[in-house]
């Protein structure tokens, strides 16, 4: 059906031409095969359901094991996850889509289980004062406390834009489409954006241009692989939780921003809400961004279709991304289309488990 809603416009990003302004938010669902956090063909059937998307944002992806917070999430460090994503792209690309991966460094919002050597890293060791789910030996998920992270040498930070590069080097060769960066939601590169976080005082912490310089050199290694114009990161500047507060980030980020203007970056991708941490995003601050950075703007938080419409019209983002909404709808392209209504999603089935909750939300029946 057509549609003349903002919603259905054609968008240019980059190289990729989107046929709507709807993106899917990129989610943890914690499916991988284990062991290796390996991708499967349950997870290509999940994402080429949701094929109909402008593009497909793909849950956090750590892009090595220090990388990692939560059990079961999906990695792209080995040759293994590097195949089982082939197999993800290559299911939604048959069934008409685009998809870029969120490459993932967790820094201190991890737990001694998933570290090589027992400890989390991060700019500074400074705890998060937060919860990681992990899944113990006996097969059971618990949400568990964040150990106290060892501040990382400058030989640790070329180590961790090493492992951005290298991931995103198998991205391409996993068959994606692009890369989003995760910059937000309090995991490593926010860590060093803040001062509440970042307390260095060499060449990444104190000064403005100091805490941007961990961010530039990983966004520069990642497009130095998949291409500036295919790559793309996601920013949370209004989260408050897991010790995140900064009274200096709104003028960090938008300094940040015109560095990725300069560099060419395809998109930033704001966070506005994330699940209960939902700040309002100032009209100043949008119009501030635009101003400084002429890449598209995805926008993501507890949007429906009509206030998706009126930010679009307004002229203040690009493209809306929609999480949980896509969770329990696969079409939810169409059903916005047509006005129809929306499936409610199942809580209890977001993490861990089996095709229940995950694959099994079906397309508009009426
Ligand atoms: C189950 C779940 C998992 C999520 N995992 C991620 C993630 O891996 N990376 C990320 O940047 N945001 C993650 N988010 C945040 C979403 O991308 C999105 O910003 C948030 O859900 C608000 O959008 P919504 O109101 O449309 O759901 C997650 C959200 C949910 C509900």
């Known amino acids: ?13 980059g190289p990729l ?17 284990q062991p290796g956090d390996v991708p499967n063909d349950l997870m290509a059937r999940y994402y080429a359901q949701r094929a109909s998307a402008g593009l497909i944002v793909s849950e956090a992806t750590p892009v090595s094991r ?22 993800v792209t290559d299911a ?35 705890s998060p004062d937060a919860q990681v789910w992990v899944v113990g030996e006996d097969g059971v998920g ?29 991205a391409m060769r996993a068959g994606f489409d692009g890369v989003e960066i995760h910059g937000g939601n309090g995991y490593l590169l926010d860590q060093f954006l803040r ?37 793309g990161i996601r920013l949370a500047p209004f989260i408050t939780q897991r010790n995140m507060n900064c009274p200096e980030i709104i003028p960090t980020i938008l300094s940040l921003a015109k560095k990725l203007d300069e560099m060419g970056l395809a998109y930033i991708h704001l966070a506005e809400a994330d699940w209960d941490d939902a700040p309002a995003i100032p009209e100043v601050f949008r119009h501030a961004l635009r101003q400084t950075y002429k890449g598209r ?46 499936a409610e999603l199942d809580p209890q089935s977001l993490f861990g488990g089996d095709a229940r909750g995950y694959t099994d939300y079906g397309v508009y029946a009426g």
């Not at 220090?66 to 197999?87: D, H, L, M, N």
């Not at 919002?109 to 027992?118: E, L």
């Not at 949400?143 to 080097?169: E, H, K, W």
């Open 66 to 87: 220090q990388g990692q917070g939560y059990s079961f999430t999906p990695g792209i460090y080995s040759e293994e996850q590097v195949a089982g994503w082939r197999r």
């Open 1 to 13: 059906m057509m549609s003349t809603s903002s919603l259905f416009h054609p968008l240019q990003l």
């Open 142 to 170: 618990r949400m568990v406390d964040c150990p106290l992270p060892r501040a990382m040498t400058v030989d640790d930070i070329r180590a961790v834009v090493g492992d951005f590069r290298r991931a995103a080097a198998n």
């Open 297 to 342: 703007v995805i926008v993501a938080g507890k949007y429906d279709a009509g206030r998706a419409e009126r930010i679009l019209n307004q002229g203040l983002a690009d493209l809306v991304a929609f999480g949980r909404p896509f969770v329990a709808n696969p079409d939810l392209p169409a059903r916005y289309a047509a006005k129809l209504p929306l």
């Open 92 to 126: 939604v690309h048959a069934a008409g889509g685009r998809m870029v991966v969120q490459l993932w460094h967790v820094g201190r919002m991890s737990h001694a289980s998933f570290q090589p050597d027992g400890v989390p890293v991060a700019p500074s060791a400074l």
């Open 195 to 231: 001062t509440t976080s970042n307390h260095r005082t060499d060449d990444y912490g104190r000064s403005i241009a100091n805490r941007t310089r961990f961010v530039e050199e990983v966004v520069a290694a990642v497009a130095s692989e998949a291409g500036v114009e295919r790559t």
């Open 17 to 33: 031409q989107l046929p709507n302004r709807i993106v899917m938010a990129p989610m943890t669902r914690s499916r991988s095969s």
